[in-house]
């Protein structure tokens, strides 16, 4: 490796095109009292690797690459999951959810469309047999009512030769 120093910390902003906002955070213990205090410098670093806010990146000391921008990211050490990402992620399961239930619902639409066809059929075939038994009996009928006719004069002309 070369000499150039390398600091470690943590990307506040990446709202600018390729540069970073990152916060390098240093504990030291005061000389008098011994307590430990927490530091924290913010470096504006050149961004060719695409980070996100809340990595934690390694940054390198560069050739002035504008007014403000000394240090270039070298590496991510860390990537951090926010908890936006996980909310987009559980608004796209739910979105996921609705689309199935839809085409469940829409299934269920057609299923019953075809099962409604099938009885309508099944209904017309034995509404046929049935008026072909209806035609039967009724031709049975009539035989029927010609015999009791044929039975009935008969009997009035026994009753008149009786007479």
């Known amino acids: 490796m070369n000499k ?7 990307i506040r902003s ?8 990152v916060d390098v955070v240093r504990t030291v213990q005061h000389p008098l009292y011994h307590k430990v205090v927490r530091s924290v410098k913010s470096y504006k ?9 809340g990595d934690r990146v390694v940054i390198v000391e560069s050739k002035p690459i504008s ?26 399961i ?39 038994v209806v035609e039967m009996l009724s031709e049975e ?5 010609e015999l009791l006719e044929e039975a009935a004069e008969i009997v009035e002309e026994d009753e008149a030769g009786a007479a």
Do not use: P
């Open 4 to 10: 150039r120093r390398r600091l470690t910390g943590t």
């Open 14 to 21: 990446n709202k600018m095109d390729k540069t970073v906002i």
């Open 45 to 53: 670093a050149h961004d060719e690797i695409g980070c996100n806010v």
């Open 67 to 92: 007014k403000t921008v000394n240090w270039v990211v070298e590496k991510i050490v860390m990537v951090e999951i926010r908890q936006e990402s996980i909310e987009a992620v559980e608004e796209a």
């Open 94 to 132: 739910l979105k996921a959810e609705e689309l199935q239930a839809e085409e469940e619902a829409a299934a269920l639409e057609e299923a019953e469309e075809i099962l409604a066809e099938e009885v309508v059929e099944l209904l017309s075939e034995e509404l046929e047999e049935v008026e072909e």
């Open 141 to 145: 009928l009539e035989e029927v009512e």
